[in-house]
């Protein structure tokens, strides 16, 4: 049986025009897929931290139902996000014009407060991302937090690496 | 051997059509065409202004931490410099005059990233994927941080 026939019949069984669509589409999608795939394989490394979430504007009761090494988790995600290893509850303040002085002063909001965890979990780390399950943590982030018997919107303030 | 009719014609010409648009698409077609087409790469410092932001995100940016675009999610470039200042809002007070006043706990940062810029004819494309437009709002974010700020100037090198 020869490769291709007097009618251009590759093995008798395809046409070769039909061959060469086949392989161009195939190199098609080898393109595709090895540009749009990340080039740079970034070495993912495990690495404990320590990262402020800082909740504002809740009531006296919320830190009332934090407990100490309690699991913590995205509320709209379920994901696990760490352990509360400490919190600090201050006045929460808003910044306010003076009028009259044409400056911005700080008032403190009676009854309302601002509460600052500091939750620890191990992560995944790359050269740009740190992840603590599918959560990237970044100052800056939002996300939504629940642990037993509360919830609350709230911002990422700082990140620490831990030595163990 | 088969002749080949008038469907195949059509179909090599949507595949190699298809191959051209999407190698214009993701801004490789002078790198990959390659013959005689000058590849304009160029260093450039782009400069950033981040407004009204705490001091979590000024401690957080720091120089020679790689900045990545939250869009396209690729690497722009290290920052060379920052400098902050009190952020300033206006108020308008009750004699009718508007003034400009510090925010308490609130800075403007003004980020400088070394990056290599495609120059094409409709603009400037860092690591030839992400464009960089003076007066976009740009979204960014490093290892540790993730704000965003207005494109101020793209300096040429």
Partial sequence: MKLINKKGMVFE????????IILVIIAIGYYAITFLTTKDVNKISKQTIQYTF?????????????????????????????????????????????????????????????????????TDQDDYNIRINQENIKVGAMFPIKGKGFASYGYIVEIKEVVK | MRRMNIADFIIIIFIIGGILVLASKL?????SLGQGEEIKMRKAVIVLEVEDVREATVNALKIG???????????????????????????????????????????????????????????YFAEGITEMKVNSIFKFYTKYVSTSGRIEEIDLQ
């Fill in chain 1, 13 to 20: 069984k395809i046409s070769i025009v039909d061959v060469i």
């Fill in chain 1, 54 to 122: 800082e909740t504002e504007d809740v009531n006296e009761n919320f830190a009332k139902q934090l407990q100490l090494e309690g699991n913590l988790y995205n509320s709209s995600k379920n994901y696990f996000v760490g352990k509360l290893i400490d919190y600090k509850v201050l006045p929460y303040e808003i910044i306010v014009p003076d009028l009259q002085n044409g400056v911005f002063i700080k008032q403190v909001v009676e009854d309302r407060f601002v509460v600052r965890m500091t939750i620890e979990a191990n």
């Fill in chain 2, 27 to 31: 801004g490789t077609f002078g790198l």
């Fill in chain 2, 65 to 123: 931490h790689i900045v990545l675009s939250e869009e396209t999610n690729s690497p722009i470039g290290p920052i060379i410099e920052m400098t902050v200042t009190p952020y300033m809002d206006e108020i308008e007070t009750v004699d009718g005059k508007i003034v400009f006043s510090e925010v308490p706990g609130k800075y403007t940062i003004i980020v400088s990233l070394e990056a290599s810029l495609l120059e094409r004819e409709t603009g």
